[in-house]
Nanobody, 128 residues
C-alpha cells in the first residue's frame, strides 16, 4: 500500500510561482509512475504531468502547462515535485498526486482511472 501526501498549495497572484510536493510512503517508490492531476470546481480530474519510474524519469505534460510547469522526483527521498511558474487564474484547482504501479503509455497516463494510489489533494488558488 502506498500513501501519498501533497503539500505546498496556497493563494498566489497571477504570474507567481509555487512548488507542490508529494511525499510517498510504502511500496517501492522508484518503480512507480508518478503523476499530477488537478480538479477545478465543478469539473473532472484533469491530467497535468507524469514522470516515469525505474530511473528513466521521462516526463509528459498537458499542453496548457508546457514551458511553465516542471515535474521532478527524488527517489532517495521518496518525493515528487511540481514547480509551477507563470501561474494563471485558470490554474486554480485542487492538485492531486497519483501513483501507478504500471509504467503507463502516453495515452493511459492521462486517464485517472489507470492510477492505483491518490493523495488527498492540495488547493492552489491563483488570483488575477
Amino acid at each position: 500500500q502506498v500513501q501519498l501526501v501533497e503539500t505546498g498549495g496556497e493563494l498566489v497572484q497571477a504570474g507567481g510561482s509555487l512548488r507542490l510536493s508529494c511525499a510517498a510512503s510504502g511500496g517501492t517508490f522508484s518503480s512507480l509512475l508518478m503523476a499530477w492531476f488537478r480538479q477545478a470546481p465543478g469539473k473532472g480530474r484533469d491530467f497535468v504531468s507524469a514522470i516515469s519510474g525505474w530511473g528513466f524519469g521521462s516526463t509528459s505534460y498537458t499542453d496548457s502547462v508546457k514551458g511553465r510547469f516542471t515535474n521532478s522526483r527524488d527517489n532517495a527521498e521518496n518525493m515528487v515535485y511540481l514547480q509551477m511558474n507563470s501561474l494563471k487564474p485558470e490554474d486554480t484547482a485542487v492538485y492531486f498526486c497519483a501513483a501507478a504501479v504500471a509504467q503507463l503509455g502516453y495515452g493511459d497516463r492521462r486517464d485517472p482511472g489507470k492510477y492505483d494510489y491518490w493523495g488527498q489533494g492540495t488547493q492552489v488558488t491563483v488570483s488575477s
